[in-house]
């Protein structure tokens, strides 16, 4: 990669919360990247386990890494936004807890983003059990993500997100009662003001199933998704419904897929 590194640094951001088990792993994920012009920002979100003191021990070792601790408990979206605030980087990339990168996801979504001059790009991802081993078929979004396609398709999954702060505004995530899809409200915000996202056609990240975790919890999701586009898109009822059907299909389909294979183990990360 023929690139100069020195205004081109990444911000990871990180919300956790009881994910102990996780730390680990999840950091050796990030410092085994190709691409090392990287800073994480974690911020623990008043987990009662040992995650925040094991992150604090790791981050001794590595200045790169930026631990910070909620002084109540505030929910990923808030948390996400405090991280966002922090971060220095050019870039913006998002990566929980239980989920994974391909060791070369930074160095080909940064390249692609400079090469092609993206404000926001994605890339496909598969899922994988709570024990690690690969589930179903790689999962990818549109070529091309407007507004209206982020209500029609289902494939973009926030651990593939980067944005370039240089070319339009940072994704600011809502914490809104009734609604658990805050990322996805965020990205439509954006795409709303006319930027558009860009497949990377390269599959760089695992997305983990667990039965508990917050966003498996599909009925609750389409409702918070039909809440979204009535009481605060303001979507006229004829499209919501039309986008809101598009919606479950596609989401179900996705999850139908995957689910049958999932080694369940019970934990909740958020």
Not at 182 to 189: K, M, R, V, Y
Not at 216 to 237: G, M
Request: proline share 3%.
């Amino acid at each position: 990669m023929n690139m100069n590194q020195h205004n081109q640094l990444v911000s990871i951001v990180t919300p956790i919360y009881n994910s102990a088990k996780w730390v680990k792993h999840l950091i050796k994920v990030v410092q085994e990247q190709t691409y090392q012009s990287w800073e994480m920002i974690i911020i623990d979100d008043c987990s009662n386990d040992e995650t925040f003191s094991v992150l604090s021990e790791i981050a001794r070792c590595d200045k790169r890494i930026k631990v910070f601790r909620n002084e109540s408990n505030l929910g990923p979206g808030k948390t996400r936004n405090k991280a966002i605030e922090i971060a220095r980087g050019r870039f913006i990339a998002f990566l929980d807890a239980d989920d994974e990168w391909c060791t070369n996801k930074l160095e080909v979504q940064v390249s692609a983003m400079l090469e092609n001059d993206y404000y926001m790009s994605y890339h496909d991802y598969r899922h994988m059990s709570s024990d690690g081993k690969m589930i179903g078929d790689i999962v990818h979004g549109p070529d091309r993500l407007d507004w209206r396609t982020h209500h029609i398709h289902r494939g973009v999954g926030c651990l593939t997100i980067m944005f370039d702060r240089t070319k339009g505004n940072l994704p600011f995530f809502p914490s809104i009662d009734n609604i658990i899809a805050e990322d996805f409200l965020a990205w439509s915000n954006l795409l709303n003001t006319g930027h558009v996202g860009h497949r990377i056609p390269y599959d760089l990240a695992r997305y983990r199933l667990s039965k508990n975790t917050r966003s498996s919890n599909k009925l609750k999701a389409v409702r918070s998704v039909w809440y979204i586009y009535r009481h605060i898109e303001l979507i006229p009822f004829s499209q919501s419904l039309f986008f809101w059907l598009q919606y479950c299909k596609n989401a179900f389909l996705l999850h139908r897929r995957a689910v049958p294979y999932i080694n369940v183990e019970k934990y909740d990360n958020e």
